[in-house]
Structure formats: C-alpha cells, structure tokens
C-alpha cells in the first residue's frame, strides 16, 4: 500500500493514529507500506513510535497480591497504634507537665479554641439537648399514658440525659464540629510546611498547636453537657407540661429521680469524651500526608476515631460505673 | 571568626520506604558564603535541605552544624542546635492566623526572654530589612508570594541565626520578583554575614548569588559535580552537568 501525503497540511493524534494503524495492519499481514511526502514535522511524530508501530502495550502495574495487601494493611495498622500510643503518652505528660507549670500553655490560643469549640457550638448543642428531650418525653409517656404513669417519663429523660446521652450527644457533636476543624487546621498547616516551620524553629508543634485545643475542649465539654442536659430537661417539661402536669410536678420527679451522683458521673465522661475527641482530631491533623485530598481525608478519619473512641469509652463507663454502683 | 565549616556532611544516606533517594553525599559549607545544592527535579535537593535541618533522620552519614552532630543530638541538644539555623520553606509556611510582625515575634516570644517592647522593635527592623515596612499588620493570605517569601526570610532571622536555609526561593515568582529576591540574599550575606544554603533549579539565581554549589542526579543518587556555578557550567565533563546548564532535554 502506498500512502501519499505530499498534499497534507495539518495533521492531529487521529491522523496519527491512522496512519499508524494502516502500517501496523499492513506488517502484520507481511504486506508493504508506503508513506510517500509526509512533511517533516508529521514524520518526527511518526517516528516517535519507532519503524514496528506502536510497541506492546505494558502490562498492569503489579499491585501485590491479597497476602501481600493484608499484610500491608496489618503494617499500617501497627505503625497506626504505635503512632496513637507515642500521642496518648506525650499528652500525658505535657498534660502533667502543663500543671505544674500552667503559665507554659499558650492562653490566648486555648480560649481562641475554646471559643470556637464551646461558645460557638452552644446553640446547635443547646438545640439537640432539647429535642432529645422532647422526643424521649414524647416517646415514652404515650404508652405509659395507658397505664397512668406518664409522669414516669420525667424520670426516664432526667436519668437518661444526665447519665447517658447528654454527655454522649454533646461528645459526638464535638467530634462532627470541633474535631474535624482541628484536623483541618492542623493538617492544612502539615500541608503547608508550617509545622515543619515550628519544629525547625525548635518548637514543639505539640505544645503549640496540641495542648490548647486539648485543654480548651477538655474545658468546654463538661460545660456545654450542663448544657445538654438543662435543654433536654427543658424539652421533656414541655411535653410533660402539655400532656396537663403542672411544672412544679415535674420538677419534683425530675430530682426524685436523679441526685448529684448522676450529673458527676456524667461530667466526668465528658471531660474524658473532650479529651479523646480533640485528642483523635490532633492527631489525625499531624498525621496528614500531602497532597490536595489529604487534609479531607484526615478530617474524616478524626471525626470516625472520635465518635469510636467516644462509644468504647462510654461501654467502659457503663461497665465501671455498674461495678462502682454509681 | 571561625573560617571552618559551618555545615559538614560526611557518607549522607537518605531513604523513603526502602527506596534510597541518594548516598554517599559529602561536602561542607563555609561562613558566609551562598552554597547552592542544584540538579533537576526528583533528584533529593528538597530531602537533603530536610536532612540538614533536622526534619528526617539519615539512614546512614553524619550532620555537623558548627561541630555539633545533628544527627546524635536529642533534646535541649538539639534545639540549641535548631535555633542557630533559620529556615524559608518553598511556601513560605507563615501562620495564616497571624499577622506578618505576629509571625516574626514568635520564634522571640518562645525562645528569648525579651521584653514585648523590645520584640516588637526587633520584629519590625527584620521586615523592614526584607523590605516589608508598612505590611506589619496584614496577614500572609493578603500579601504576594514573593512578599510571603521575604517575610518567611525576616521570620527566618528572627533570631539572629547564622545560618539560613532556602527552599526554591524563587518557585512561583516571575523573574524580576525573583531577582529581587537574590538581590535581597545577596545583601544579607554581605551585611550580615549570613551563610546561606539554597535549593534550587533556576539557572539565573544559580549565578547570580552562588559562591558554591553541589549538583545531585537523580539516576547517579548523589553529588555529581560540586564548584562554583561558572566552573560546573564550563569545566565540567560530566554530561548530566553539562546538559543541566545548557538546559538540554533528556528526552531520546
């Protein structure tokens, strides 16, 4: 076959392509080929793909096999756990150091976070307490209402939202709003070589941008599940108000029904809860890797580990509170 | 003075996931001078800069900055070390939720017992020697690249360092900001006695401010050629040199 190209003026990939096809079909049957005129700067192109055509297509990336991708995945798993045990022992001890040298923390930063993680969320925390409430209320006195224990459900929001779901709710809450935005944060300044700016400075990145967020949610989590916990309160008493009970019943259940024990018991969940969602959060931000979905990725994986991080320690409250009798 | 080597490095070995990205990478910098580590991309230039200031550990070779050994020192060791160096990172790495003079005074607020008043004088005098007198309050998302790049450098000699590291200074900027930018090296080096170790590719700061220079190859995995830029560029026979400088393709 002979091709003549004297008259051609412009040729793109397609034409190319074409040409080489033709060449390509015509050696592998043993037939000639001929491209007769091509201009120079086409033929350069042509050649690229070398006088046999397009050579073979290279074969798929090896990958590993299912063995090698477990034992990849158990690796990374490990190095996971061994990164989160370092983290748990150095805030452990800047948190120990942090008291007996409380000027050391940098102030400013830790009532910027605090701010940001419990002034702020107050009215999304605030709202969820009470339609928790209200909901429960709701939920429960409708079939004790056959019954003519309706006014049982007051003890059932009160010892529910003091004990259980105030502090669980606030917690996840928390982990979805403030734990993301510390991943973000700190991961965009991973990203951005600002945390290798601190650690070159002789600064620790840690002490920096770690122990405030920790202290600030540490300090706000317990607030706003007082908060939680007055809102959902506020919500079963609509109901209960509602359904013709006069506020002041309602009051006498609700602190028949729970003492101080039970609204401790909760605090300290939530000061345990504020540690391990702004802990999960720091710690996924500083392990960001680079590249434009990294820090995406490190603000999902903060808000996972916290609200998993926030139901195991909760079953563990469960169980210890249970064998402490509180 | 002391005129021995401020940075020493000795059988460098550097790695990532089992892969080495150079080895037996040695040479000294001197006081005061502009030390140039060049080559193409992928080459290490950026993992070496790394290695000297402490942020990856070697895999095998030895770190001295001004005697003491990078490498071994822990600790308050360490950071005694670390804050004799100062360091611009390719993007400038400012914190955005401080203002420029917000960002100088940090490294003073944290490592010295100064004063605030004296921080602040301090402060404003290194951004008024980068030439950023009057940008005192903005943040580092209102000001150019090339601005972040001068205040990163006034940061950077926040504490009076000797020595200072420069990532791609002039990556992302057009060649006069980027001229201004060696031209502001160059003074520093000369007023202040500052030595200076830069990465780079970009030929024109490569002449224009190098007293030395190292050339790393990404297919040798080391230095390939080390000299002043003029002896590289017409002395040397090596053809990943010679082709680096006359900015030939490597394409076949």
Redesign the interface.
Known sequence: MTVDASGLSYCDGSGLGLLLEIRRRQEARGAAFELRGLAEQFRALLDLFGPAGVGAMPGPRRRGGLVEGAGRAAAGLLADVREMVGFVGTLTFELCRLALRPMSLRWKDAFWAAERAGVNALPIVALIGFLIGLIMAFQAAMPMRKFGAEIYAADLVAISTLRELGPLMTAIVLAGRSGSAFAAEIGTMKVNEEVNALTTMGLSPFRFLVLPRVVATVAMTPLLTVFTNLCGLIGGAVVLVIMGFPLVTYANQVSGAVGMADLLGGLAKAVVFGVLVAGAGCLKGLQTKTGASAVGESTTRAVVAGIVLILVSDGVFSVVYYALGI | MDSGPVIRVEGLKAAYEGKVVFQGVSFEVRRGEVFVVLGGSGCGKSTLL?HL???YAPAAGRIQIEGEDLVAAEGEGR??I??R?G?M???G????SLDLLENVM??ME??TDLPREARLLIARMKLKLVGLEGFERYRPSEISGGMQKRAAIA?AMA?DPGLLFLDEPSAGLDPVTSAELDQLILRLARSLGITFVLVTHELASIFAIASRSIMLDREAMGVVAEGTPAELRDRSSDPRVRRFFRREANIA
Do not use: D, M
Not at chain 2, 93 to 96: R, T, V
């Open positions: 790394k200031i402490g942020l950071r005694r670390l804050r160096l360091v990172y390719q993007s790495a400012l914190f955005g940090l490294p944290e490592c940061r504490l």
